[in-house]
């Protein structure tokens, strides 16, 4: 019987993710069928458990109000001939049992009685979950204690000195138990929630959740956010049935809603006490901070005064708030009036030129730009790789002969719009197909001056959303992409046209977009094979989307290897954590590695912002990976 043990860990106080219940109760109305298709919607939703309820009517109403509820309480004369009409029979909590198993969801199910304890007990479930009329049922929780599983005790209708009193009798029996912060109306209004109390349940236990009966989806995730470990709310189909529960429960869409945003709450909230700055950010930066600039020429040997700067963008020097640690240091290099200041200008550094030699066993390259590719020409790498713009493509680009193999990467951005040759809209497939012919006739054009080998050109062909944040048909994307890319005009036996693949929250005109197309193995399969194309394998972008989908690098890696050409090699972190040095992120390079060792290609590292400071951050990269793996590259 499948149980993730998630929630063992949870009350280990062990550092996971908020456990997510989807109570469906007393939801089905009795119909097992109904139970089914409730149980899938609560997977399709992300939970991590469904829960049901247990009654024997005979061992919890007196037989008077059993035989005649109309003598009790009036509600009593709605209440019994319903749980009469919806208790699920023991073959349906078998069919329960077995679809919790194939769905990998955890079954728990509310006791409200001792001898349905021992029935959920025997079905193989993962806890015990009292519900708040039973939180003062002590024998009811010890019987459930005794079969060793965690218990999930609400804590609605009852005071602070019924909780207080209940927790002692807890922890002199040594039970093992959370404690959920309920208000126990079917809806509950806003006003009598008070989730102030959570921090008074954290004095009584050191797991806390809420149960929630009220609309809507913000409430959990404010819960989350203020400690919460576990969250249940009820699941229907129509708010509108007949039943205790349908009134305040969640419908599947809004389910999906609400555990997407208690995990991106889960992400927002995590990290350490240092910041980050993201690469968005870093763009940004530069693009708006102002750093120190020379109101002068100053040449080698100057001692840098106050008087020689005033502060403009770009942002990629030396900032106001750091300018006095570099005041009366001496300059190592000359700086040109308006030039940005860097703190590499007052330290000794290597030229291109000064490099340590390389020994990789396949045919290693340099990203520039046309406009540096003087200095890194020098070294007179097998390959190289030309990062274009898209003002690039009209700069008359005539090189000496270069014996070095020609990798151009095509533009990713025209005239603030992304290429997307995936898109919806006809202006922008026309006017990506436009800048990538235009790439492809570049490349060819500058071919000549790089005759050692068939030129490749890297292409980014789009399937980018700004605000789809669920996967969408990526096929279709494909589908797209091949019918617009059939109207490129080249020779394959002049070019080799590489696309490359990309990472599921790319930092795009300096935000996040959310990535769908040329992301997964199965499309960029797809896509290169229709054509017969190679493609570009960059591994940071493909342990990114590993990270955000709990998948294997290396499996990924072996699984797109047999079509690659080239590969762009840079370390990364979490799904978005790009650009990073080798060593500095989370990827096993040497496991991954291990994968393309048999494989002919060219590679180029692509460390973010590595070709400043005469290629510091590059050298860097090249230095760690031929030490380490200059056999495997």
């Known amino acids: 019987m499948y149980d993730s043990g998630k929630i063992k860990k949870i009350f280990n106080n062990e550092n996971i993710e908020t456990y997510i219940i989807a109570e469906i109760g007393i939801n089905h109305n009795g119909n097992i069928d109904t139970a089914i298709e409730l149980i899938k919607a609560a997977k399709e939703a992300g939970v991590d458990a469904v829960k049901f309820q247990k009654r024997d009517l005979d061992n919890i109403y007196s037989e008077e ?20 009409e919806i208790e699920l029979s023991k073959d349906d909590y078998i069919q329960i049992r077995n679809l919790c198993d194939e769905l990998e969801l955890d079954l728990i199910v509310t006791p409200f009685d001792e001898k349905s ?17 039973d939180m003062t049922n002590i024998p009811l929780l010890l019987k459930c204690n005794k079969f060793n599983l965690p218990l999930i005790i609400s804590t609605g209708m009852w005071s602070d000195e019924d909780i207080f009193k209940c927790v002692n009798i807890y922890k002199a029996n040594k039970l093992s138990y959370a404690l959920l912060l309920a208000q126990s109306t079917y809806p509950a209004s806003y006003e009598t929630l008070n989730l102030k109390y959570l921090e008074r349940l954290k004095d009584f236990t050191s797991v806390i959740g809420y149960s929630g009966h009220e609309r809507g989806t913000f409430i959990p995730v404010a819960a989350v956010a203020m400690g919460c470990k576990i969250i249940e709310k009820h699941i229907t189909f129509d708010i509108t049935q007949k039943g205790p529960d349908h009134k305040a429960s969640m419908l599947p869409r809004e389910w999906k ?21 993201n690469q968005a950010e870093m763009q940004n930066k530069e693009a708006f901070a102002k750093s120190a600039v020379p109101v002068r020429d100053l040449p080698v040997g100057h001692i840098l ?26 300059l190592k290099r000359a700086i040109k009036k308006d030039h940005y200041i860097g703190k590499v200008d007052f330290e000794d550094s290597i030229a291109i030129k000064d490099w340590q030699r390389f020994y990789f066993s396949k045919r290693w390259g340099i990203k520039c730009r046309f406009h540096d590719y003087n200095e890194y020409k020098i070294l007179n790498s097998p390959c190289i790789e030309f990062h274009c713009s898209q003002t690039d493509l009209d700069i008359d680009f005539n090189p000496d002969t270069s014996q070095s193999e020609l990798i151009v990467h095509a533009p990713e951005i025209f005239d603030r719009q992304l290429v997307n040759i995936c898109s919806n809209s006809v202006d922008i497939v026309e006017r990506s197909l436009d800048i990538l012919q235009r790439s492809i006739d ?6 000549r001056h790089f005759p050692k080998a068939k030129p490749k050109l890297v292409m980014h062909l789009g399937g ?23 109207k490129l005009k080249y020779n394959s036996s ?31 399969l797809a896509f290169c094979n229709y054509f017969g194309l190679g493609m570009t394998y960059d591994i940071c972008h493909a342990s990114l989307y590993c990270n955000e989908f709990g998948i294997d690098l290396a499996d990924y890696t072996e699984e797109v290897m047999p079509i690659v050409k080239h590969i762009h090699i840079s370390d990364a972190y979490g799904n978005n954590g790009e650009g990073v040095q080798i060593g500095e992120g989370c990827i096993d390079f040497g496991r991954v590695l291990k994968k393309v060792e048999k494989y002919n290609f060219t590679w180029v590292p692509e460390i973010w912002s590595g070709h400043l400071h005469q290629g510091a951050g590059t050298y860097k990269c090249m230095k760690i990976l031929n030490e380490k793996y200059s056999k495997e590259l």
């Open 65 to 84: 109000v059993i035989n005649n509820e109309n003598n009790s309480e009036w509600n009593f004369e709605y209440l019994i001939p319903l749980l009469k």
């Open 117 to 133: 304890a021992e029935f959920l007990y025997e079905l193989g479930i993962s806890a015990y979950k009292i519900s708040s009329a």
């Open 257 to 277: 809603e609400m555990v997407f945003q208690i995990r991106m709450l889960e992400k927002a909230m995590g990290g350490t006490r240092t910041k980050h700055v």
């Open 305 to 330: 005064i106050e008087s020689d700067l005033v502060y403009k963008a770009p942002g990629k020097g030396i900032f106001a708030h750091e300018i006095n640690d570099y005041i009366g240091k001496v």
């Open 442 to 447: 570049k490349t060819l054009s500058i071919s």
């Open 464 to 486: 980018m959303f700004l605000n789809t944040r669920q996967l969408v048909n990526t096929s279709q994307l494909t589908e797209i992409a091949i019918k617009n890319f059939k």
């Open 494 to 524: 002049q070019i080799d046209i590489i696309p490359e693949n990309l990472p599921p929250r790319p930092w795009y005109l300096g935000g996040e977009w959310f990535q769908h197309g040329f992301m997964l193995p199965k499309d960029m």
